[in-house]
């Protein structure tokens, strides 16, 4: 049922560890190279996607109220298109 946001929120968290194990516990973290683009695509991907039920909603609120990360970014960059993405489209629930 939830199949498409639930590859989103693996996909991210996949690549936010991939990231994050690129450098040691102390070093910063580089925001440049093919972790990092990943990382950010798999970002957006999931703010972008448009919850076609209300499952989806939920779960999508409640990974960004369990990623500081994820909401930082919506904070500053996607709100707009974050709360965009929270409303069911009619003739698109599923």
């Known amino acids: 049922m939830h199949d498409q ?4 929120i693996k996909n991210h968290t996949d690549a936010h560890m991939a990231w994050k194990n690129s450098v040691a516990p102390a070093d910063d973290l580089p925001c440049e190279g093919e972790l990092y683009e990943a990382f950010c695509a798999a970002e957006l ?6 919850c076609v039920n209300h ?3 939920q779960q999508k609120l409640s990974y960004v109220a369990a990623t500081p990360i ?9 709100q707009p298109e974050f709360l965009a993405s929270l409303k069911i489209m009619p003739g698109r629930a599923a």
């Open 5 to 8: 946001i639930n590859s989103l």
């Open 45 to 50: 991907a999931f703010i972008m996607h448009q």
């Open 55 to 57: 499952g989806e909603v």
């Open 70 to 78: 994820v909401a930082e970014v919506i904070e500053t960059d996607y």
